[in-house]
Nanobody
Framework: QVQLAETGGGLVQPGGSLRLSCVASGNIVSLYVMGWYRQAPGKQRELVAGFVSDGSPNYADSVKGRFTISTTNAGNTIYLQMNSLKPEDTAVYYC???????????WGKGTLVTVSS
C-alpha cells in the first residue's frame, strides 16, 4: 500500500503564491509517475501538473507559466509552486501516484487552496 500526504494549502490573496508538497511512502514500486490534480466545487477533478514517463513535466493550459512542478532526487516527494494565483485556482489539490506497469493509482486526501481577497 502507498500513502500520499499533501501539505501547504491555505488561504491566499489573488496574485499571491503557495507551495504544495506531497510525500509518498509505503510499498512504492520502482517505476511510477506522480502529479497534482485539483477539484473545485461542482467541477470534475482535473490534472494540474504531472510528470510523464520520461520525467518531463506536463501542465494544464490554465496554469502554464504560473505553476511549477518539481521533485527530489529520491523521487518520492513532489512540489507544486503556485504563483500569480487567481480565484479560479480555488480547489482541493490532490497528489496522485500511478504505478507505471500495473497502472494502480493512489491518491492523497487533498489540501484546500483558497484564493480570495
Amino acid at each position: 500500500q502507498v500513502q500520499l500526504a499533501e501539505t501547504g494549502g491555505g488561504l491566499v490573496q489573488p496574485g499571491g503564491s503557495l507551495r504544495l508538497s506531497c510525500v509518498a511512502s509505503g510499498n512504492i514500486v520502482s517505476l511510477y509517475v506522480m502529479g497534482w490534480y485539483r477539484q473545485a466545487p461542482g467541477k470534475q477533478r482535473e490534472l494540474v501538473a504531472g510528470f510523464v514517463s520520461d520525467g518531463s513535466p506536463n501542465y494544464a493550459d490554465s496554469v502554464k507559466g504560473r505553476f511549477t512542478i518539481s521533485t527530489t532526487n529520491a523521487g518520492n516527494t513532489i512540489y507544486l509552486q503556485m504563483n500569480s494565483l487567481k480565484p479560479e485556482d480555488t480547489a482541493v489539490y490532490y497528489c496522485k501516484l500511478t504505478e507505471y506497469y500495473a497502472g494502480t493509482a493512489y491518491w492523497g486526501k487533498g489540501t484546500l487552496v483558497t484564493v480570495s481577497s
